[in-house]
């Protein structure tokens, strides 16, 4: 009981839960800016992958950090555009075009990171984003360390999260975005261009998810490998459920889902005599049970994974 | 430019639509052949010879290709009746896992003739068990068995990696995680000598055949299609939608989890974190090259197999990553989506 006690006010482990949340915020914000629109795009996993990849192969060529971050957002952005010519021109099925995506994206990356940077022993490494230190909140004893010792793309996360809530539901674009999920023919009846408001949700979206990627690669590590994403796509996917399709809870159930993650593992190290694959294993457990206790109270976008052609019912 | 329904179908275009999809998705991997500073014909050349070129090549090509028949019926039985399950790779490793349980110890002591198909079936009921969860998870609390059944195989890959790590673990390993061997005579017959091809790929051919009879012969199959196609007509015309589920979650389930255990029994003998490179994954396109059809299962698994054998061999001459296998394989599943669109719209200005 005494380690568990200790573990919850270490200010390690809360730094580290604004860490693991972060990639898990911007992945569900992207997916959920496009699910609202109606399009589910489980072209995710792929997309981080390669955002993870080209966002450390261009600091690696000596790029700045934060232009690594906009190229990986460009690319992830790519992949959205393809993801969108499928499902939204072609209206085809949502869920195959995605896995197809994520298939190519994460094949292609692992291709040219290996053309890139030839088999060695240990992987090349960059310098990552260091902590910012905020002038005073940073002195703070134990809120200092653990909220206000993270590197700028976590607040970035933070804020894109509350900009986005206020965008979907303050703003006349996330009115559309909002219609055209819920029922494109009534949106396209009140002058919205059902189409054009799918490619753009689901082009920032897949920006994001990249983004989101690049943040594993510039800032929780710093090289690359392949399969580092870890499913964090999918439970991503999960979490939107979680959310409702609501970025606030979206924000916070990353949060949760992060602290969780964070305590399991420390308590690997603290517990002795379980095998670790069980601790590794509660992250998907989790997202599986926050599935079925959720899927009945949320109100699922009710155009969701329908495909919108003009003029046909 | 719009795009406007195809009044009826040509079974000319249908046939044609794999061909025209392979060839663009070899034209799009070129570039990406050329960029790195080969020729891609000469890339394709070796990767043909690679993987047909020789008659250990070639059972090399049909090795692979066994368990990829078996995950390739597994999704085209599950996406007919639109089951989505991605939980192939996860049902892959659950049948593999309990066929090391079952035949290195408990049943060793039984003959072949009794050992072999009794671990098939232990495999194959591994598989179904599975996917049983998510379906139940579906038709219960209404979840998307897309995602739970994707982070089924994480789960699975480490309760897998949990066992050979403990109560399977070989002790004559050298401390390597991996799982008791199976007993001689657990392992699947050779179909050549000197090879490694096993009579897993006639299982697994037979099944393409038992499976394509099952979907356009039988009353089931006839059901499963209809589930898939449309299911509030289905329901309305009196279908059972969560027993016929059941059924096509049990075929398909099985179909990954007896994948894993002919691998076990045919290739390797053992079970490792490594035994799957993608086998389900991989699946899903095989099914989606096929365009769900049992038969046609056949012929992309095949196709995808010399893919990634032939691959090797051209890596190691002309430097290209073998990844050009996965990307290849990935893009053909997206030109064949395209290649299907058109066989059903055409473009009108």
């Not at chain 1, 094949?107 to 060695?120: D, E, G, K, T």
């Not at chain 2, 059972?59 to 399950?85: D, H, M, Q």
Request: aromatic residues 10%; charged residues 10%; hydrophobic residues 55%.
């Amino acid at each position: 009981m005494n380690t568990l006690i200790d573990i919850v006010v270490s200010a390690g482990l809360w730094a580290a839960v604004l860490r693991i949340a972060t990639p898990l915020i911007y992945g569900t914000l992207g997916a959920l800016l496009g699910e609202r629109a109606g399009v589910l795009n489980l072209g995710i996993e792929g997309i981080m992958t390669f955002g993870a990849m080209i966002g450390w192969l261009t600091v690696y060529h000596g790029a700045g950090l934060w232009t690594g971050l906009l190229v990986a957002a460009l690319f992830g952005a790519a992949f959205g555009l393809l993801h969108c010519v499928l499902t939204v021109t072609l209206g085809l099925s949502q869920h195959v075009c995605g896995l197809g995506v994520t298939l190519f994206a994460s094949s292609f990356s692992y291709y040219i990171f290996r053309l890139a940077v030839p088999v060695s022993g240990t992987p090349p490494t960059v310098a990552p984003f260091r902590p910012i230190v905020v002038p005073g909140l940073s002195a703070l004893p134990f809120v200092g360390p653990a909220f206000f010792n993270q590197t700028a793309p976590t607040y970035l996360a933070i804020v894109l999260a509350l900009v986005s809530a206020y965008v979907i539901f303050r703003t006349p674009v996330g009115l559309a975005i909002r219609m055209t999920g819920e029922n494109p023919h009534a949106a396209e009846a009140q002058g919205v261009n059902p189409t054009r408001v799918r490619y753009g949700a689901v082009v920032a979206g897949s920006a994001l998810m990249g983004m989101g990627g690049a943040f594993l690669t510039l800032s929780a590590f710093n090289s690359f490998f392949p399969t580092m994403v870890q499913g964090r796509g999918w439970i991503c996917i999960a979490l939107v459920v979680f959310s409702s399709w609501r970025p606030a809870r979206a924000l916070f159930g990353a949060l949760l889902f992060a602290f969780f993650d964070a305590f399991q593992l420390r308590l690997q190290t603290a517990v002795h005599g379980v095998p670790y694959q069980i601790f590794l294993m509660t992250p998907y457990v989790l997202s599986i049970v926050a599935l079925a206790v959720l899927s009945r109270r949320t109100r699922v976008p009710q155009a969701l994974m329908q495909p919108y052609r003009p003029g046909e019912r | 430019m719009r795009f406007e329904r195809r009044e009826n179908r040509s079974l000319y275009l249908m046939a044609l639509a794999p061909a025209l999809a392979v060839v663009a998705a070899l034209a799009l991997a070129g570039i990406l052949i050329a960029i790195a500073g080969a020729s891609p014909l000469e890339a394709y050349w070796r990767i043909l010879i690679g993987a047909f070129g020789s008659r250990l090549a070639a059972t090399e090509t049909l090795t692979r290709a066994t368990p990829l028949i078996l995950t390739g019926l597994s999704a085209a039985v599950a996406f007919r009746a639109r089951l989505w399950n991605i939980g192939a790779e996860g049902q892959f490793y659950i049948g593999a896992i309990a066929v090391a349980a079952f035949g290195s110890r408990a049943l060793a002591a039984l003959p072949a003739p009794l050992l072999i198909p009794l671990l098939l079936a232990i495999g194959a009921a591994a598989g179904m068990a599975m996917l049983l969860g998510p379906l139940w998870l579906r038709l219960r609390f209404s979840v998307d068995e897309v995602v739970t059944s994707l982070l089924l195989n994480f789960i699975a890959v480490l309760f897998v990696s949990m066992l050979i790590d403990g109560v399977l673990k070989d002790p004559a390993a050298f401390g390597w995680p991996q799982s008791r061997p199976v007993v001689d005579q657990a392992m699947l017959p050779k179909l050549i000598a000197h090879s490694r091809l096993h009579i897993g790929f006639v299982i697994a051919v037979v099944l393409a055949v038992v499976v394509h009879f099952i979907q356009s012969r039988t009353v089931f199959g006839m059901r499963s299609r209809a589930v898939g196609l449309n299911p509030q007509g289905a329901v309305f015309a009196g279908v059972r939608l969560a027993p016929t589920l059941v059924k096509v979650a049990c075929l398909s389930g099985g179909l990954a989890g007896l994948a894993g255990a002919i691998e076990v029994m045919g290739v390797k003998g053992y079970v490792t974190t490594d035994l799957s490179p993608g086998f389900g994954y991989t699946g899903i396109v095989v099914a989606m090259l096929a365009n769900l059809n049992p038969l046609g299962v056949v012929f992309s698994a095949i196709f995808t197999a010399a893919m990634f054998v032939g691959a090797d061999g051209m890596s190691r001459g002309l430097r290209i990553p073998t990844y050009i296998a996965d990307v290849t394989v990935a893009l053909s599943l997206l030109t064949m989506l395209i290649a299907l669109f058109f066989i059903q719209y055409r473009l009108r200005r």
